[in-house]
């Protein structure tokens, strides 16, 4: 079963503006990850974020962590054509488990030149 | 620095035929190696994860199997495809909190 559920699907924006894509997951976890795959290439590692962490900045990425909701965000800001792309959030099964990482279904997003 | 490779990028195979796909790791040692499966417009799915040689730990029931004959190789087999075995399968590796993925192979069984 999937732990993590991306929202939305799909996302389209125009260059510039910012991109949202929220995770959430069902269990306790030690960290929560967020990956980018292009399209029929394999996945590449964004940023981790620990669960006694609240937010995480990496460059034009921003990552927070809501472990009372279970949730996470992923912010783009800037976007740019090569930010098309699908994403991820991965969470391992807690527990000390971790490395085994549990992936979502993805956001689709295409940013518009 | 570390690399993964994975091996053959395509391939397309009949209902029953057999399938081997190979993934090496580069510069590193004793990492976890893992084989996921990636269905059309759906997540990943784990299939095997390994935390050294000879120890596969499988995840779902299923008509593959994968071996680790060596420390930095990770093999996933079936003796007879399904039509449903056909997918886009990432070999990865990984130490700790962070998992590294290879390119990917596509998989179409007809």
């Known amino acids: 079963s999937q732990q993590g559920e991306e929202d939305p699907q799909a996302l389209s924006i125009q260059e510039g503006e910012n991109a949202t894509m929220n995770c959430s997951y069902k269990?306790?976890?030690?960290?929560l990850q967020w990956y980018r795959q292009n399209s029929g290439r394999g996945l590449v590692h964004l940023i981790l974020i620990r669960s006694n962490e609240r937010e995480k900045h990496s460059g034009r990425l921003r990552v927070t962590l809501d472990t009372s909701k279970k949730s996470s965000s992923l912010l783009i800001t800037a976007s740019r054509a090569a930010d098309t792309a699908s994403y991820f959030c991965a969470t391992d099964a807690g527990g000390g488990s971790n490395y085994k990482l549990t992936f979502g279904k993805g956001t689709l997003l295409t940013v518009n030149p | 620095s570390q690399t993964i490779h994975q091996w053959p990028a395509t391939l397309v195979q009949p209902v029953g035929s057999p399938l081997s796909l190979e993934c090496t790791v580069e510069?590193?040692?004793?990492?976890?190696l893992y084989w996921y499966r990636q269905a059309a417009g759906r997540g990943l799915q784990l299939l095997f994860y390994s935390v050294g040689i000879g120890q596969i730990s499988s995840e779902v029931p299923q008509n593959l199997s994968a071996s680790r004959p060596q420390d930095r190789q990770f093999i996933l087999s079936s003796k007879k495809l399904l039509l449903s075995d056909s997918g886009f399968y990432l070999c990865?590796?990984?130490?700790?909190?962070?998992?590294?993925f290879g390119e990917g192979s596509w998989l179409t069984v007809v």
């Open positions: 510069g590193t040692s004793n990492p976890n």
């Open positions: 269990t306790s976890i030690n960290n």
């Open positions: 990865a590796w990984g130490r700790g909190n962070t998992i590294y």
